[in-house]
Nanobody, 121 residues
Framework: QVQVVESGGGLVPPGGSLRLSCTAS????????MGWYRQAPGKQRDVVAT???????TYADSVKGRFTISRDNAKSMVYLQMNSLEPEDTAVYYC???????????????WGQGTQVTVSS
């Protein structure tokens, strides 16, 4: 099994910054794409940013220029640097990692438990 754990959420005023971290542990043969998603109350879970194993990134239009996703393959970690935060960024942020547990297994999606980000004065 692969375990995924996020950290770094909290309360921040508008215009502030936060850095989320996510680490994977357990039986990991190979990590593939990683991503951050968020879910606000009463809304569906939406993708925020993704990063491929080779470093290619994608961002939701609403966070382009403000958020930066990065990864450290050696440490099995992915990060989300969030700047110029807005109240609309308030949500539970989830980390997603695609991984293979062994050479014969299929690639599966693994999710963290989520970390709350609240942007408010």
């Amino acid at each position: 099994q692969v375990q995924v754990v996020e950290s770094g959420g909290g309360l921040v005023p508008p215009g502030g910054s936060l850095r989320l971290s996510c680490t994977a542990s357990g039986r990991i043969f190979r990590l593939g794409a990683m991503g951050w998603y968020r879910q606000a109350p009463g809304k569906q879970r939406d993708v925020v940013a993704t990063i491929m194993r080779d470093g290619v990134t994608t961002y939701a239009d609403s966070v382009k220029g403000r958020f930066t996703i990065s990864r450290d393959n050696a440490k099995s970690m992915v990060y989300l640097q969030m700047n110029s935060l807005e109240p609309e960024d308030t949500a539970v942020y989830y980390c997603n990692m695609r991984a293979k547990e062994n050479i014969l297994s299929q690639t599966k999606d693994y999710w963290g438990q989520g970390t709350q980000v609240t942007v408010s004065s």
